[in-house]
């Protein structure tokens, strides 16, 4: 049977320090724990966290949903630079090891789904920038891409340069980290119920996140 | 916590927690204070045509569906919006809530969460999600099946068609073999109100999906409907009963997703077990464990489930696939589901996973399940009824006996049938079987005239008459009343 694979990156750069990084792991937990009771996710979903600061790594390879997946601890943050475009390359290539393609003898997985959280400007400028024209190329297609900037100094612009929709969060606290996950949570759900695009809507974002693109 | 009152467009007054919403697809909903109902806004502002649909559902369909014969009955298969409310400009529906068996149970690994279909119809997730007291037996999903071919057909008769019968809007409930259908609210009348949804994605109607690309106002293009709606149904009961989608196959069109996608859902779509074209039979996979054996269509055919479902089937996904006009109704499938649950027999297995299993008319039954074989004797009753009192015809009706059985009055009279109008004085049981002393026997109950017409000798009240092979019995000497033919399998 076919699997959705989700690729979670997540910023561990030092901006992140504090409550910001806190509300991601608890927004995880939350996302987490609302997906292993969404028959639709539990059908089909297999999900991967990397993580990106100095360099990006695999926090949890690719694997299956279901409630004895144990999510790993994300180490304290140290100041560091914000290598998105190295984090996205490592998308990639794990997209290629991972993600059974489509061919004329079979049917491969659902295209996947990745969701990037961070509150600044990458710090690997040439690499993010053709990350972003291979991502552009369809090389390495995704059903959807969500970008989310968080916190009151991010920046969308970066992030509209790849994904498919850009969410802010104008205040980061815990209690609009944890509306975005539900909202993610959701999408995943209607995307695991392969709805096609043209009857696709997401539901609109809770208050607090705005729909930017 | 933030409690709204307002009055309801009808005068009531609707109370509401104005606090975290649950967000549907297009609805905002929220409960009232004590939980016995929600209000659900719609996010968008209304049209006046979905207005007016809303007021005709409140209103006279509503009314028409409730206020007539087995209105109590209704109540159980369908979440129907009771009042109109208008909130900070925007509209919103009063609908009772679920009964409480449509969710997992507290002591479960899914407490609280709602029994929508997914659950049930993915292999996977009734293999290894589905906690192991709420899975069902084969009977409780024929119920399920039936409550939602009823529910349908009373849409349909009331000329209305409900253009998006999904997992989401139909919740079951195995363990009960309830069902519900919500989201009522799209309901689509053919000329009159267009449906505002195209349906989701694994039940739309080929034709839907063939022409959803084109202008919306081609006249091409086809929208849900009744026959749509057959469709949907079709699916939902062969993915309850089988556990996989009777479409989703191993055939590839295109190595593109998403014309993949509309290829095998819409123009190409094709029965994964069309007798003749076998090139979309699924083929396993080495990381399908987890979705054995129900995926395994040579292991558990769609024939299983006995002759009836059989021809329905083949009249759903291969002669009317294309041809909505072909499509089996919601009363046929009904009807065939019901003569179908007279088929079943228990599994002498007591872990079989399903329980029960359609009897395969041959003399050496299996459970297709579990492949446990049958051992003893199986008595079959064949039901004849006449129009002129004088000669009697098969009715295609069959009835497998078992221990502790009952005999109802629909088996008794022809023109008798267990449906919403059937009084509570005619669901009691007339007579019952039982293997007793190493022979099986029928217990006479409440049958006045009951006649051995073998032995030439009537059957009183209260005694047992007991079934050899070649035995007929005549039910009942009225109007209607069915003789039967007695056979009895040695296994």
């Given at each position: 049977m076919r699997k959705l694979p989700v690729y979670i990156l997540i910023d561990t750069s030092g901006s992140m320090r504090g409550e910001p990084i806190e509300a991601v792991k608890a927004g995880l937990n939350s996302l987490f724990k609302s997906l292993i009771r969404d028959p639709h996710a539990l059908d089909s979903i297999y999900i991967s966290i990397l993580t990106f600061d100095r360099e990006a790594k695999i926090l949890l390879p690719l694997s299956e949903l279901n409630n004895n997946l144990v999510l790993p601890e994300i180490p304290p943050l140290e100041s560091s630079p914000t290598n998105l475009g190295e984090a996205l390359q490592l998308m990639c290539q794990l997209y290629s090891k991972e993600v059974k393609k489509s061919s004329l003898e079979a049917k491969g997985d659902w295209l996947p789904v990745a969701v990037i959280m961070t509150d600044g400007s990458p710090s690997d400028t040439m690499l993010f920038e053709q990350m972003c024209e291979t991502l552009k190329s369809n090389a390495y297609p995704f059903s959807r891409i969500i970008g989310c900037a968080a916190g009151p100094k991010a920046k969308t612009e970066p992030l509209k340069k790849f994904a498919t929709d850009v969410v802010f969060l104008e205040t980061m606290d815990s209690n609009s980290f944890s509306q975005f996950w539900q909202w993610v949570s959701q999408s995943f759900s209607r995307l695991s119920q392969n709805?096609?695009?043209?009857?696709d809507e997401l539901p609109p974002p809770p208050e607090e996140i705005k729909l930017v693109l | 916590m933030s409690l709204v009152t307002i009055q309801a467009k009808d005068g009531a007054s609707v109370e509401f927690i104005k606090k975290d919403p649950k967000q549907g697809g297009v609805k905002d909903v929220y409960f009232s204070p004590d939980r016995s109902y929600v209000v659900a806004f719609y996010r968008k502002e209304l049209d006046f045509g979905s207005k007016e649909r809303l007021e005709r559902l409140v209103g006279n369909y509503r009314v028409g569906i409730f206020s007539k014969q087995g209105a109590e009955y209704w109540k159980n298969l369908f979440r129907w919006p009771e009042r109109i409310v208008e909130y900070e400009k925007k509209t919103g529906i009063v609908v009772p809530v679920y009964q409480p068996n449509f969710f997992f149970p507290e002591n479960t690994t899914l407490a609280g969460a709602e029994k929508e279909g997914k659950w049930f119809t993915s292999a996977k997730n009734f293999n290894r999600f589905v906690p192991e007291g709420e899975k069902g037996n084969l009977l409780s999903y024929l119920r399920i099946c039936i409550n939602l071919s009823r529910a349908v057909r009373r849409l349909h008769a009331a000329g209305l068609a409900h253009s998006d019968l999904s997992y989401k809007n139909c919740l079951v409930d195995p363990k009960t073999g309830d069902a519900c259908i919500i989201d009522i609210d799209g309901l689509v009348v053919p000329n009159l109100f267009a449906p505002d949804v195209l349906g989701t994605p694994d039940f739309m109607a080929p034709e839907v999906v063939t022409t959803m690309k084109l202008d919306p106002k081609d006249p091409n293009r086809k929208y849900p409907c009744r026959e749509t709606d057959q469709h949907a149904l079709a699916i939902l009961i062969y993915q309850y009963l089988?556990?996989?989608?009777?479409?989703?196959?191993?055939?590839?069109?295109?190595?593109?997703t998403e014309i993949q996608e509309s290829l095998e859902m819409g123009e190409k779509a094709l029965f994964i077990e069309h007798p003749t074209d076998t090139s979309n039979r699924y083929k396993i996979q080495k990381n399908d464990k987890d979705f054995l054996p129900w995926i395994d269509t040579g292991k558990l055919p769609y024939k299983i489930m006995g002759p009836y479902l059989k021809e329905l089937f083949e009249q759903a996904f291969i002669k009317g696939l294309h041809t909505p006009s072909e499509r089996p109704s919601a009363d046929d499938w009904e009807a065939g589901l019901i003569k179908t649950a007279d088929l079943v027999q228990p599994c002498l297995n007591k872990d079989c996973v399903k329980k029960w299993y359609v009897f395969d008319n041959s003399t050496k039954p299996v459970c297709p399940y579990c492949g446990t074989k049958f051992k003893g004797q199986l008595p079959v009753f064949d039901l004849y009824s006449s129009h002129d009192g004088k000669n009697f015809r098969a009715d295609n009706h069959r009835l497998m006996i078992y221990n502790n059985q009952y005999l109802y009055l629909w088996h008794v009279f022809r023109n008798v049938f267990p449906n919403e109008k059937l009084p509570d004085s005619q669901k009691k049981p007339v007579a019952y079987f039982s293997f007793h002393k190493n022979q099986w026997i029928m217990i006479n109950q409440t049958l006045d005239s009951l006649v051995d017409l073998t032995n030439n000798k009537p059957i009183p009240k209260g005694s047992a008459v007991p079934l050899t092979n070649g035995l007929k019995l005549q039910l009942s000497q009225e109007q209607f009343g069915r003789v039967v033919n007695v056979s009895l399998v040695k296994a």
């Open positions: 709805t096609s695009r043209e009857v | 089988f556990h996989r989608h009777p479409l989703r196959g191993s055939k590839v069109y295109s190595d593109d």
